[in-house]
T-cell receptor, first 115, second 117 residues
Framework: NAGVMQNPRHLVRRRGQEARLRCSPMKGHSHVYWYRQLPEEGLKFMVYLQKENIIDESGMPKERFSAEFPKEGPSILRIQQVVRGDSAAYFC?????????????FGEGSRLTVL | AQTVTQSQPEMSVQEAETVTLSCTYDTSESNYYLFWYKQPPSRQMILVIRQEAYKQQNATENRFSVNFQKAAKSFSLKISDSQLGDTAMYFCAFSDAGGTSYGKLTFGQGTILTVHP
């Protein structure tokens, strides 16, 4: 049973370009979460999505960042006009539709470097 | 808003010894989950142990155990018989138990643990 799959693992962009990070949740999981980890810091919640719905985006920067989880295909975190401060590791996590453990299953992360 | 504090930026321990990592949190919720995650150099986030706030019994997973003090809002991790593979960054995390907060983890700053041979 494959875990949470993220790609690309590493992405390099120049300032002003767009970055797209993809996440395929574990089989049977319909809840997806995105977290950002800046260097030397803990993970910070960004957004919580279910299929075709954004449930909680309270951690998303107001501009340039967007996320979606379409009916078909992976969840995508999109960062437009990247700046150096966007350099970070972006982690995706998933959970099943009914869970009483509170546990999230994390992917290996996508490391974004902005030159 | 919930906060999670790990006051030990770095810890070290000799192989086979025991080490305790500290974590305190602040919340007004009565039902919630607490977690310890391990992040080795590969940067994969690995769940070490979890605790449900309504359970008084401390969780244990093999060499890992917690000391959960709900009134004190303290959640420390004890690693017994430390192994070289335990070397990693350890994060304490909090999650509200329900509603739209489900899965919305609040992480501490992390503690770098180094196990020496």
């Amino acid at each position: 049973n494959a875990g949470v799959m993220q790609n690309p693992r590493h992405l390099v962009r120049r300032r002003g370009q767009e970055a797209r990070l993809r996440c395929s949740p574990m089989k049977g999981h319909s809840h997806v979460y995105w977290y950002r980890q800046l260097p030397e810091e803990g993970l910070k919640f960004m957004v919580y999505l279910q299929k075709e719905n954004i449930i909680d985006e309270s951690g998303m920067p107001k501009e340039r960042f967007s996320a979606e989880f379409p009916k078909e295909g992976p969840s995508i975190l999109r960062i437009q006009q990247v700046v150096r401060g966007d350099s970070a590791a972006y982690f995706c996590a998933s959970s099943p539709p009914i869970a009483d453990t509170g546990e999230l299953f994390f992917g290996e992360g996508s490391r974004l470097t902005v030159l | 808003a919930q906060t999670v504090t790990q006051s030990q930026p770095e810890m070290s321990v000799q192989e086979a010894e025991t080490v305790t990592l500290s974590c305190t949190y602040d919340t007004s919720e009565s039902n919630y989950y607490l977690f310890w995650y391990k992040q080795p150099p590969s940067r994969q986030m690995i769940l070490v142990i979890r605790q449900e706030a309504y359970k008084q019994q401390n969780a244990t997973e093999n060499r890992f155990s917690v000391n959960f003090q709900k009134a004190a809002k303290s959640f420390s991790l004890k690693i017994s018989d430390s192994q070289l593979g335990d070397t990693a960054m350890y994060f304490c995390a909090f999650s509200d138990a329900g509603g739209t907060s489900y899965g919305k983890l609040t992480f501490g700053q992390g503690t770098i643990l180094t196990v020496h041979p």
